[in-house]
């Protein structure tokens, strides 16, 4: 079991900027993959980014490539989302997400690879 924690949500202008943290409970964290998804009202989770076990391979919607980046701290047991030049359609609960991988340096960026998911946090873009 791998519990996950979101912190960092809130209120935002549009173009304004905002890190998402995701702390995790396992003493394993170098082994997992960790990725962000994120849900809007009425629509479905959708992927956002993804980094590797190792923090060098990473992957982006094209929706954000260029604004997001993702990175972890393996110290830390946390991942990190931070958002820039946000906008209105950024409005979502986002969800951090962990898959085990061992000692494979993979990164994942659908939905059903992971295995453990945390409660979300709500970002708002305001116009």
């Known amino acids: 079991q791998v519990q996950l924690v979101e912190s960092g949500g809130g209120l935002v202008q549009a173009g304004g900027s905002v890190r998402l943290s995701c702390a995790a409970s396992t003493r394993t964290f170098s082994n997992l993959a960790m990725g962000w998804f994120r849900q809007a009202p009425g629509k479905e989770r959708e992927f956002v980014a993804a980094?590797?076990?190792?923090?060098?391979?990473?992957n982006y919607a094209d929706s954000v490539k260029g604004r997001f980046t993702i990175s972890r701290d393996n110290a830390k047991n946390t991942v990190y989302l931070q958002m820039d030049s946000l906008k209105p359609e950024d409005t979502a609960v986002y969800f951090c997400a962990a898959r085990f991988t061992g000692t494979t340096n993979y990164v994942f960026s659908l939905l059903s690879h992971y295995n453990y998911w945390g409660q979300g946090t709500q970002v708002t873009v305001s116009s």
């Open positions: 980094v590797s076990r190792s923090g060098d391979l990473t």
